[in-house]
């Protein structure tokens, strides 16, 4: 498993490479088939303050013209005199579409102000009367910026067209300001304001604010990437305006050139800049490099540590090996001991036997000779002369010291049998004790084999 995982390592290691050279020889210029998607807002018919002129106008002529450039509107079209509700929803829809890795515009014509350095949109229904208001009747612009933010896209472009006259200006809010406040771009983002932070951007008297007319002609131009696109609108709303409305553009660094309307005729892309691809591939490289030296490390390790585990199981498996033999050899011993001890116990069985018999003719012969002794006694008695007397009673006296000889010596033999019958009666206790049980069969077969003394007979052997 070690080796297989190690071998996947190596060819995601290798396809790794080849995608970051790949990526070191790629064009700087966005693909034609990338991915484009805006979110264009319009907000002039206000209930609560000034209505604009030109705000739907100029949003439907963005619409119109991001659309011809491949831009896939979100909603399929402009959202026009927008709730609030339906502005953050858009914004969110915006910001799933962004995640597929499209280039995103987002364009909003409408009521701007800044509150304490934060810039947001007026929804057509937003009804301000004091500062804390603000945070629910508008709209920040930093809910767009969080929503690209969190997509991982490359590039994202807003373009705020909001920077007319104060609509809430004397309402209570002191700390508004003239036009929008200056916003620090995230990284892959442009931010283009209408007019300069802090000015007042003017609506139009022609159907069309000065910003969006120029827009829309810059970004319909070929060969005019991101940051030429921006200083063409630039020039276009200062001369437009005699001097009065400059439009500005914050933006952080962009990776790649962008071009709305693509290279102008005859045009190549200029030369890429790869450094930083170059080194991000070449981070990339290192990175895969140490994953595969730690993949193979991590399976030279475990290889070791099988090997230890299969030799851990070895020793095991010989020391169980070693006590099942130790155990059976011992109780071979055991059953052997017992063997040698229950044929003792019936040899001594046997003698106590002979003991036995013994004592039974012994008292038999005693019987004997106390007959003999009393028949000599009645002779005594019955003598007619005083020879006669003192011949049976020298004899009695011989046959009573005879007898009590021989009673002596039975009361001897008497107490060796019980002795010898109590020794046995402990052994085969002892016996007992120890060695009555169940034996396993090799034990017995190799202690009686095909012998048949009566132990082993006794076991059927």
């Known amino acids: 498993m070690a080796d297989c ?14 995608a970051a050279l790949f990526a070191l020889t790629a064009s700087p210029v966005l693909a034609a088939t990338e991915k484009r998607v805006a979110l264009v807002i319009g907000n002039d018919s206000y209930r609560f303050a000034p209505t604009l002129r030109n705000a739907r106008a100029d949003a439907r002529l963005m619409a119109e013209t991001l659309g011809g450039l491949g831009f896939r509107l979100i909603g399929n079209g402009p959202l026009l005199d927008a709730e609030r509700p339906a502005m953050e929803q858009a914004i969110r829809a915006f910001g799933k579409a962004l995640r ?35 945070k629910y009747e508008l709209v920040d612009v930093g809910f767009v ?102 439009p500005w553009l914050s933006s952080s660094p962009i990776e790649g050139r962008f071009y709305f309307a693509g290279l102008g005729k005859g045009e190549t892309a200029p030369p890429a800049d790869n450094s930083a691809e170059a080194a991000r591939a070449k981070a990339e490289i290192e990175r895969l490099k140490r994953e595969a030296a730690d993949a193979k490390a991590a399976a030279e390790r475990a290889n070791a540590e099988a090997v230890a585990v299969k030799r851990r199981q070895q020793e095991d498996e010989a020391r169980a090996d070693a006590r099942r033999q130790q155990a059976e050899a011992d109780a071979i011993d055991e059953f052997r001991s017992c063997r040698n001890e229950a044929n003792a116990n019936q040899a001594a069985s046997d003698r106590l036997k002979e003991q036995m018999e013994q004592l039974r003719r012994g008292w038999e012969a005693l019987q004997a000779e106390k007959e003999g002794l009393d028949n000599t006694q009645a ?52 016996y007992n004790s120890r060695c009555v049980k169940s034996w396993p069969h090799r034990v017995v077969e190799a202690v009686c084999g095909a012998s048949d003394d009566s132990f082993c007979a006794s076991l059927g052997q």
């Not at 190596?10 to 490479?17: C, E, Y």
């Not at 597929?100 to 409408?110: I, N, T």
């Not at 604010?209 to 609108?233: C, H, M, Q, W």
């Not at 010596?409 to 402990?426: C, P």
Request: one cysteine or more; glycine letters at 12%.
């Open 5 to 18: 995982g190690r071998g996947k390592m190596l060819r995601r290691f290798g396809w790794a490479v080849v």
């Open 100 to 134: 597929e890795g499209a280039v995103g515009v987002f364009y909003y014509s409408g009521h701007g102000l800044q509150v304490k350095g934060t810039n947001y949109m007026a929804p057509v229904s937003a009804k301000v009367a004091d500062e804390s208001d603000v």
């Open 145 to 246: 910026l969080d929503e690209m933010g969190n997509a991982g896209n490359r590039l994202n472009i807003v373009i705020l067209d909001a920077c007319r006259n104060n609509p809430l200006g004397g309402k209570g809010l002191r700390s508004t300001g003239d036009g929008l406040a200056t916003m620090t771009a995230p990284a892959g983002t442009a931010i283009a304001f209408a007019t300069q932070p802090g000015n007042v951007a003017r609506d139009g008297d022609n159907g069309h604010s000065p910003y969006a007319e120029a827009l829309a002609k810059a970004i319909r131009t070929p060969g005019l990437d991101l940051f030429d696109t921006f200083n063409e609108v630039g020039l276009a709303v200062k001369k437009s305006t005699g001097g009065h409305q400059q």
């Open 379 to 430: 002779a005594i008695n019955a003598s007619a002369n005083q020879y006669d007397a003192s011949f049976f009673r020298y004899l009695a006296n011989t046959q009573f010291q005879n007898y009590n000889t021989h009673v002596r010596d039975l009361n001897a033999d008497k107490d060796e049998y019980n002795n010898n019958k109590s020794i046995l009666k402990a052994k085969i206790e002892h």
